[in-house]
Protein backbone atom coordinates (compact mmCIF):
# COMPACT_ATOMS: atom_id res chain seq x y z
CA UNK A 1 0.00 0.00 0.00
CA UNK A 2 1.30 3.58 -0.79
CA UNK A 3 2.76 5.71 2.34
CA UNK A 4 1.59 8.82 3.06
CA UNK A 5 2.33 11.57 5.37
CA UNK A 6 0.89 11.66 8.59
CA UNK A 7 0.74 15.59 9.07
CA UNK A 8 -1.53 18.51 8.04
CA UNK A 9 -0.96 21.58 7.84
CA UNK A 10 -3.36 24.55 7.63
CA UNK A 11 -0.71 27.37 7.79
CA UNK A 12 2.13 26.78 5.26
CA UNK A 13 5.43 25.57 7.46
CA UNK A 14 3.31 24.21 10.53
CA UNK A 15 2.54 20.76 10.21
CA UNK A 16 0.63 19.12 13.18
CA UNK A 17 -0.88 16.16 13.94
CA UNK A 18 -3.89 14.95 11.96
CA UNK A 19 -7.41 15.57 13.65
CA UNK A 20 -8.53 13.13 11.50
CA UNK A 21 -6.43 10.41 9.82
CA UNK A 22 -8.17 8.12 6.91
CA UNK A 23 -5.37 5.50 5.81
CA UNK A 24 -5.82 3.05 2.31
CA UNK A 25 -9.60 2.80 2.70
CA UNK A 26 -11.45 0.22 0.20
CA UNK A 27 -14.58 -0.50 0.38
CA UNK A 28 -15.99 -3.10 -1.62
CA UNK A 29 -19.55 -4.28 -2.72
CA UNK A 30 -19.64 -7.30 -4.02
CA UNK A 31 -17.27 -6.93 -6.81
CA UNK A 32 -17.25 -3.44 -7.52
CA UNK A 33 -14.40 -1.29 -5.44
CA UNK A 34 -16.44 1.70 -4.26
CA UNK A 35 -13.55 3.22 -2.68
CA UNK A 36 -10.24 1.69 -3.85
CA UNK A 37 -7.09 2.90 -1.31
CA UNK A 38 -8.17 6.51 -0.14
CA UNK A 39 -5.93 7.89 2.45
CA UNK A 40 -6.73 11.75 3.59
CA UNK A 41 -5.46 13.63 6.60
CA UNK A 42 -7.48 16.43 7.82
CA UNK A 43 -6.73 18.71 10.31
CA UNK A 44 -8.63 20.08 13.88
CA UNK A 45 -10.56 23.17 12.18
CA UNK A 46 -10.14 22.14 8.86
CA UNK A 47 -13.25 22.57 6.10
CA UNK A 48 -12.46 20.46 3.33
CA UNK A 49 -15.12 19.86 0.35
CA UNK A 50 -15.33 16.47 -1.43
CA UNK A 51 -16.29 17.28 -5.19
CA UNK A 52 -16.51 14.96 -8.20
CA UNK A 53 -18.91 13.80 -10.38
CA UNK A 54 -21.94 11.52 -9.13
CA UNK A 55 -21.08 8.13 -8.34
CA UNK A 56 -17.23 9.10 -7.28
CA UNK A 57 -17.58 7.50 -3.84
CA UNK A 58 -17.72 10.61 -1.91
CA UNK A 59 -21.03 9.89 0.26
CA UNK A 60 -19.82 6.20 0.48
CA UNK A 61 -16.33 7.84 1.71
CA UNK A 62 -18.15 9.80 4.37
CA UNK A 63 -19.87 7.00 5.42
CA UNK A 64 -16.80 4.44 5.99
CA UNK A 65 -15.38 8.18 8.13
CA UNK A 66 -18.45 7.45 10.93
CA UNK A 67 -18.90 3.74 10.30
CA UNK A 68 -22.15 3.59 8.46
CA UNK A 69 -20.35 1.65 6.34
CA UNK A 70 -17.17 -0.93 7.79
CA UNK A 71 -14.15 -0.64 5.37
CA UNK A 72 -12.85 -3.93 3.77
CA UNK A 73 -9.35 -2.47 4.58
CA UNK A 74 -7.49 0.65 5.95
CA UNK A 75 -7.59 2.08 9.18
CA UNK A 76 -9.14 5.36 10.94
CA UNK A 77 -8.31 7.46 13.58
CA UNK A 78 -10.43 10.50 14.93
CA UNK A 79 -8.38 12.04 17.63
CA UNK A 80 -6.98 9.46 20.29
CA UNK A 81 -9.36 6.77 19.06
CA UNK A 82 -7.57 4.43 16.03
CA UNK A 83 -9.32 1.32 14.33
CA UNK A 84 -8.29 -0.78 11.79
CA UNK A 85 -9.85 -3.11 9.01
CA UNK A 86 -9.38 -5.89 7.24
CA UNK A 87 -10.98 -8.98 5.71
CA UNK A 88 -12.77 -11.27 8.82
CA UNK A 89 -12.37 -8.40 11.08
CA UNK A 90 -15.15 -5.53 12.20
CA UNK A 91 -14.74 -3.06 14.71
CA UNK A 92 -16.99 -4.00 18.07
CA UNK A 93 -20.20 -1.85 19.09
CA UNK A 94 -18.39 0.02 22.01
CA UNK A 95 -15.42 1.23 19.43
CA UNK A 96 -18.34 1.83 16.68
CA UNK A 97 -20.60 4.25 19.22
CA UNK A 98 -17.06 5.87 20.36
CA UNK A 99 -16.31 7.26 17.29
CA UNK A 100 -19.95 8.13 15.73
CA UNK A 101 -20.28 10.07 18.78
CA UNK A 102 -17.46 12.38 17.90
CA UNK A 103 -18.45 12.57 14.31
CA UNK A 104 -21.92 13.96 13.54
CA UNK A 105 -23.41 13.42 10.11
CA UNK A 106 -25.64 15.31 7.52
CA UNK A 107 -27.53 13.73 5.25
CA UNK A 108 -29.27 14.38 1.25
CA UNK A 109 -32.18 12.91 2.71
CA UNK A 110 -33.64 14.51 6.74
CA UNK A 111 -34.16 11.54 8.36
CA UNK A 112 -36.50 13.16 10.95
CA UNK A 113 -38.92 11.01 12.92
CA UNK A 114 -42.16 12.30 11.21
CA UNK A 115 -43.98 11.80 14.42
CA UNK A 116 -41.83 13.66 16.63
CA UNK A 117 -41.82 17.60 17.06
CA UNK A 118 -38.79 19.37 15.90
CA UNK A 119 -37.70 19.96 19.80
CA UNK A 120 -37.95 16.05 19.97
CA UNK A 121 -35.99 15.19 17.46
CA UNK A 122 -32.87 17.13 18.94
CA UNK A 123 -33.57 15.99 21.72
CA UNK A 124 -34.12 12.21 22.02
CA UNK A 125 -30.93 10.91 20.70
CA UNK A 126 -29.01 12.97 23.46
CA UNK A 127 -31.30 11.49 26.55
CA UNK A 128 -30.47 8.09 24.70
CA UNK A 129 -26.75 8.35 23.85
CA UNK A 130 -25.23 10.70 25.91
CA UNK A 131 -27.77 10.09 29.34
CA UNK A 132 -28.92 13.40 29.58
CA UNK A 133 -31.93 14.29 31.37
CA UNK A 134 -35.03 15.40 29.40
CA UNK A 135 -34.56 18.85 30.68
CA UNK A 136 -30.94 19.37 29.80
CA UNK A 137 -31.89 17.81 26.50
CA UNK A 138 -34.94 20.29 25.93
CA UNK A 139 -32.16 22.55 26.73
CA UNK A 140 -30.11 22.02 24.53
CA UNK A 141 -32.55 21.27 21.70
CA UNK A 142 -33.89 25.08 22.13
CA UNK A 143 -30.53 26.49 22.00
CA UNK A 144 -29.71 24.73 18.73
CA UNK A 145 -33.00 25.47 17.09
CA UNK A 146 -32.46 28.78 18.00
CA UNK A 147 -28.58 28.55 16.35
CA UNK A 148 -30.56 27.40 13.19
CA UNK A 149 -33.06 29.85 13.26
CA UNK A 150 -36.06 27.58 14.01
CA UNK A 151 -36.80 28.48 17.45
CA UNK A 152 -40.31 29.00 16.52
CA UNK A 153 -40.83 25.67 14.62
CA UNK A 154 -39.56 24.00 17.94
CA UNK A 155 -43.32 22.47 18.58
CA UNK A 156 -43.97 22.11 14.59
CA UNK A 157 -43.67 18.44 13.21
CA UNK A 158 -41.43 17.47 9.65
CA UNK A 159 -44.41 17.46 7.88
CA UNK A 160 -44.93 21.32 9.08
CA UNK A 161 -41.72 22.48 7.91
CA UNK A 162 -40.19 22.85 4.25
CA UNK A 163 -37.15 21.40 3.48
CA UNK A 164 -34.75 23.73 4.30
CA UNK A 165 -35.95 23.73 7.65
CA UNK A 166 -36.61 20.00 7.87
CA UNK A 167 -32.29 20.31 6.79
CA UNK A 168 -31.63 22.77 9.76
CA UNK A 169 -33.54 20.50 12.24
CA UNK A 170 -31.17 18.16 11.53
CA UNK A 171 -28.02 20.04 11.62
CA UNK A 172 -29.13 20.96 15.18
CA UNK A 173 -29.90 17.51 15.85
CA UNK A 174 -26.14 16.33 14.75
CA UNK A 175 -24.73 19.38 16.65
CA UNK A 176 -26.61 18.27 20.24
CA UNK A 177 -24.30 15.49 20.46
CA UNK A 178 -21.88 17.82 20.76
CA UNK A 179 -19.66 16.51 17.61
CA UNK A 180 -15.54 17.22 16.78
CA UNK A 181 -16.15 16.37 13.43
CA UNK A 182 -19.17 17.22 11.38
CA UNK A 183 -19.66 15.33 7.68
CA UNK A 184 -21.80 16.26 5.51
CA UNK A 185 -23.30 14.71 2.40
CA UNK A 186 -24.30 16.71 -0.18
CA UNK A 187 -26.82 18.51 2.78
CA UNK A 188 -28.60 21.26 -0.44
CA UNK A 189 -29.06 18.20 -2.76
CA UNK A 190 -32.62 18.33 -3.87
CA UNK A 191 -33.85 21.76 -2.91
CA UNK A 192 -34.66 25.12 -4.26
CA UNK A 193 -31.25 26.89 -4.75
CA UNK A 194 -32.71 30.17 -2.21
CA UNK A 195 -33.12 27.37 0.28
CA UNK A 196 -29.79 25.65 -0.61
CA UNK A 197 -28.69 29.13 0.42
CA UNK A 198 -29.88 29.25 3.48
CA UNK A 199 -28.39 25.65 4.63
CA UNK A 200 -25.26 26.64 2.94
CA UNK A 201 -25.28 30.04 5.07
CA UNK A 202 -25.70 27.45 8.79
CA UNK A 203 -22.55 25.87 7.09
CA UNK A 204 -20.42 28.71 6.71
CA UNK A 205 -21.34 29.63 10.48
CA UNK A 206 -20.36 26.54 11.33
CA UNK A 207 -16.94 26.81 9.53
CA UNK A 208 -16.23 30.70 11.10
CA UNK A 209 -16.72 28.77 14.52
CA UNK A 210 -13.78 26.51 14.41
CA UNK A 211 -15.94 23.06 13.24
CA UNK A 212 -13.93 20.60 11.34
CA UNK A 213 -15.75 19.66 8.69
CA UNK A 214 -16.23 17.59 5.76
CA UNK A 215 -18.64 18.45 2.91
CA UNK A 216 -19.20 16.15 -0.20
CA UNK A 217 -20.76 19.25 -2.29
CA UNK A 218 -21.90 20.02 -5.90
CA UNK A 219 -21.72 23.97 -4.52
CA UNK A 220 -18.91 25.37 -6.03
CA UNK A 221 -19.03 28.85 -4.81
CA UNK A 222 -19.16 27.24 -0.90
CA UNK A 223 -15.98 25.23 -2.03
CA UNK A 224 -14.31 28.12 -3.28
CA UNK A 225 -15.36 30.37 -0.07
CA UNK A 226 -15.11 28.35 3.07
CA UNK A 227 -13.13 25.26 2.35
CA UNK A 228 -9.63 25.49 3.59
CA UNK A 229 -8.67 22.21 0.80
CA UNK A 230 -11.04 21.03 -1.77
CA UNK A 231 -10.52 16.95 -2.86
CA UNK A 232 -11.37 15.76 -6.28
CA UNK A 233 -12.91 12.21 -5.92
CA UNK A 234 -13.59 10.19 -9.15
CA UNK A 235 -14.31 6.24 -9.52
CA UNK A 236 -13.53 5.60 -6.01
CA UNK A 237 -10.20 7.38 -5.34
CA UNK A 238 -8.55 10.85 -4.91
CA UNK A 239 -7.24 12.34 -8.14
CA UNK A 240 -6.44 15.93 -7.08
CA UNK A 241 -6.41 17.98 -4.12
CA UNK A 242 -5.11 21.76 -2.75
CA UNK A 243 -6.18 25.20 -2.48
CA UNK A 244 -9.52 25.99 -3.31
CA UNK A 245 -8.31 28.40 -6.06
CA UNK A 246 -5.86 26.69 -7.60
CA UNK A 247 -8.29 23.06 -8.11
CA UNK A 248 -11.11 25.60 -9.22
CA UNK A 249 -8.80 27.66 -11.43
CA UNK A 250 -5.80 25.79 -12.56
CA UNK A 251 -6.54 21.92 -12.04
CA UNK A 252 -3.61 19.87 -13.16
CA UNK A 253 -6.05 16.66 -13.89
CA UNK A 254 -7.31 16.35 -16.72
CA UNK A 255 -10.38 13.91 -15.21
CA UNK A 256 -10.65 17.45 -12.55
CA UNK A 257 -11.04 20.13 -15.74
CA UNK A 258 -13.70 18.37 -17.71
CA UNK A 259 -15.46 18.18 -14.67
CA UNK A 260 -15.35 21.77 -13.27
CA UNK A 261 -15.96 22.61 -17.00
CA UNK A 262 -19.41 20.41 -16.91
CA UNK A 263 -20.47 22.15 -13.79
CA UNK A 264 -18.94 25.73 -13.92
CA UNK A 265 -20.42 26.00 -17.61
CA UNK A 266 -17.35 26.47 -18.74
Do not use: W
Not at 159 to 180: N, V, W
Amino acid sequence: MATIDTSVSTQPGAPVRPFLLAENIVKNFGQHRAIDDVSLSVGKGEVISLIGPSGAGKSTFLRCLNLLEIPDEGALTLGEQRIEFAPGRAPGRAEMTALRRRAGMVFQSFNLFPHLTAMRNVQLAQMRVLGRSKDEAGERALALLDRVGLLAKADAYPSQCSGGQQQRIAIARALAMDPELMLFDEPTSGLDPEVGAEILTVMRELADSGMTMLVATHEMEFARQVSDRVIVMVDGAIIEEGAPDQIMSEPGHERVRKFLSAVLGR
